[in-house]
């Protein structure tokens, strides 16, 4: 049997151990070795690299996408992609979502990995749509969680739709890394038993468990898994790319990887890692294991996120209450899966109902906004006293919350005017605005002493 492997140095390694602030510049050199290795696909483009370019590194995150297409012939270039949030948390309009994907595949895109944090299918269709007409593989992902709601059963029903859609794999997304190697051998398992399209695991190794997790998942017959290479692999990050493949090969997997270049890839990015440790820019706490995470069943981004709210306001000692009040207000909101945003909504109201010592005395906004059905449909029943207490006699949302929009693209080409050179231009900015006219506006000041040196130069 054949496993597969997806490389995330560039995208997810780059973004769970050192903030996603790898430039292009200090991995070029690297990419032509990278697209012999033999990987399935590259993750190198979407989450937060898009944000990173423009707001820290002063790149052009298309340009960044078009260079490493043009050194990575060979390779499928994958990126991820919040279904109708895009890179970010609000809902966008169908008509920016689909000149998005267009744009991602016409600068080099071959896989879309796309996500909603709920699992609100409805969230992914567009997308998925758009991926498909324009020749990409579209990759369904399921946001991964345990409650009582969320059992195989579920995970199955919610891989079907997806294949259903249009969707030519399906991946199941552990972004908080809690999931054990008995779940993922029963997840695969199941999944693979009802759905034709390949199966692939995105997990990480913050409690240790990446690399059985992986392991258990292929015994089940996952077709690919993501791993990191190994200098940027373990903790927050994934588990490493080549211990993964030299045991599954000792196994009897067939694994394409060409060790000898794996060992090049490792070479270079060792003295990178070696950099930002010493420049204070990865933390060492990061590449270390974690365990907290499975003894509160919570994510570990999760639990140093309520350990500063809480001693920011001088109140530790309320920690065991809030940690107790949070699996509480979870369940009142139907069991949303705990990632970014609604890991932190749950944090911050489970906070405030114990720091109150009343719950729901102070409800946020974000939270009243899923209550209304801003960000998708619960994936179980939101407590119906909480949802009177927060409406009161307003009706939620049961359409999709993208048809309540007005399309989006042409009104931002026109707000931003000459600044945007391309309508990819006009994509960067609809997605981070002022970081986008920021990066424009650099960049036309770079022009212009371009243009007065290249004067110079012929006197
Ligand atoms: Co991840």
Not at 18 to 43: K, N, V
């Amino acid at each position: 049997m054949k496993v597969q492997f997806t490389e995330t140095v560039l995208r997810d390694a780059n973004q769970s151990l050192i903030a996603t602030r790898l430039p292009y510049e200090r991995f070029e050199a690297i990419l032509e070795t990278m697209d012999r290795a033999g990987y399935y696909s590259l993750e190198c483009w979407g989450g937060a690299t898009f944000d990173s370019c423009l707001r820290y590194l002063n790149e052009d995150p298309w340009e960044r996408l078009r260079k490493i297409r043009a050194k990575c012939p060979n390779t499928k270039l994958q990126m991820l992609l919040r279904g109708q949030n895009l890179l970010g948390y609000k809902h966008y309009p169908d008509d920016v979502v689909r000149m998005f994907v267009k744009k991602s595949v016409k600068n080099g895109i071959d896989i879309i990995r796309i996500f909603d944090a709920l699992n609100d299918v409805r969230n992914i269709a567009v997308a998925v749509d758009e991926t498909v007409k324009n020749g990409a593989i579209a990759s369904g992902a399921i946001s991964y969680t345990k409650s009582p709601i969320h059992n195989l059963e579920a995970y199955v029903k919610l891989a079907k739709e997806m294949e259903n859609m249009g969707c030519q794999s399906i991946c199941i997304k552990d972004m908080a890394g809690i999931m054990g190697p008995q779940e993922a051998y029963d997840t695969v398992k199941a999944l693979k038993e009802n759905v034709s399209v390949p199966i692939v695991l995105h997990t990480h190794s913050t409690t240790g468990l990446g690399m059985l997790t992986l392991q258990k998942a292929v015994e089940a017959g996952c077709d690919v898994i993501d791993t990191a290479i190994s200098s940027f692999s373990g903790g927050t990050s994934q588990a490493p790319t080549e211990t993964m493949a030299y045991a599954l090969k000792q196994e009897g997997y067939e694994v394409d990887l060409n060790m000898d270049v794996l060992k090049e890839i490792n070479d270079f990015f060792k003295p990178v890692k070696e950099e930002f440790l010493e420049a204070g820019k990865l933390n060492p706490v990061v590449l270390s294991t974690d365990t907290d995470a499975l003894n509160y069943q919570v994510p570990g981004g999760m639990l140093s996120n309520l350990v500063a709210q809480l001693t920011a306001q001088n109140k530790m000692d309320q920690f065991p209450a809030v940690l107790a009040e949070t699996p509480r207000v979870r369940k009142d909101l139907g069991y949303p899966p705990l990632v970014t945003p609604m890991s932190q909504m749950v944090g911050v109201q489970a906070t405030a109902n114990v720091l109150a010592g009343e719950r729901y005395k102070n409800v946020s906004k974000e939270v009243k906004a899923y209550i209304r059905g801003e960000y998708g449909k619960a994936p179980g029943e939101i407590d119906p006293a909480l949802q009177k207490k927060v409406l009161g006699d307003e009706q939620p949302i049961t359409c999709r919350f993208a048809d309540t929009l007005e399309p989006g693209f042409e009104k931002a080409k026109a707000e931003i005017g000459d600044k945007a050179k391309s309508d990819e231009d006009v994509l960067s900015y609809i997605a981070f605005p002022a970081q986008a006219e920021a990066f424009f506006d650099k960049r036309d000041e770079q022009k212009k002493n371009t243009f007065t040196y290249s004067i110079k130069r012929i006197d």
